[in-house]
């Protein structure tokens, strides 16, 4: 068993920090997605994330609404996680510490990446979803 003092704790918020959370021990996964979805609730190109069983995630303050399982501060609208089937999806940009220890190792639906990205370095690259953590039969070498 794992010295409960030896967990890495991280913490993050929204803008305002009006809504702060914490997620314990290491993510299940990172990863960057291009869908339509992180682009439009992210505003950016991808949206970078890691995800953490749902209860290494705890809402520390604040309040929130959610859109589709995604929670945002009800004050500022920043992105807070996406809390589903079992899981914890944390934007890299809530977290505190900057930069993070977290490095992708993966990305989604690179079909919609824009054209003036390459792909990311080492990461298995996804035309669309993948179809579950232990398969990597559907993933497009990197180049």
């Known amino acids: 068993m794992q010295d409960p003092a030896a967990v890495q704790v991280r913490t993050g918020s929204c ?6 959370f914490r997620v314990c021990g290491n993510p299940l996964r ?44 009800t004050t500022c609208g920043g992105r807070v996680a996406w809390l589903s089937a079992g899981e914890a999806e944390v934007p890299i940009g809530s977290l505190d510490e900057v930069p993070t220890d977290l490095a992708p190792s993966y990305e ?7 054209h003036w990205l ?9 035309d669309q979803d993948r179809k579950d953590v232990a398969s990597t039969a559907e993933a497009v070498p990197a180049g």
């Open 108 to 114: 989604l639906w690179v079909k919609r990446r824009e």
């Open 15 to 20: 803008l305002c920090r009006g809504v702060t």
């Open 30 to 73: 990172v990863g960057i997605c291009h869908c339509a979805d992180c682009r439009k609730s992210s505003g950016a190109p991808y949206a970078a994330y890691a995800v953490w069983p749902i209860e290494a995630f705890k809402q520390e303050t604040g309040y929130t609404s959610t859109y589709t399982a995604r929670s945002f501060c």
């Open 118 to 126: 390459g792909p990311l370095t080492g990461a298995a690259q996804f």
